[in-house]
């Protein structure tokens, strides 16, 4: 078993229970349209690099 999986998997469910989606998309709107497209690609290119680490065989 990859010793980097748990913490990984540990580090999503606690961004989940921190991050509320309505505070989410407040903080957004009072920013800004830009700044709401880069929070979100870089919140996709986050979940890739999850996603390609944890189907990678070591």
Not at 17 to 38: E, H, N
Request: one cysteine or more.
């Amino acid at each position: 078993m990859n010793n980097l999986r748990l913490p990984l998997l540990f580090l999503i469910v606690l961004f989940t229970f921190s991050l509320s989606s309505c505070d989410a998309i407040g903080t957004i709107f009072k920013a800004g349209a830009w700044t709401g497209l880069i929070g979100v690609f870089l919140v996709v290119l986050l979940l890739w690099f999850i996603v390609n680490k944890l189907r990678r065989r070591p």
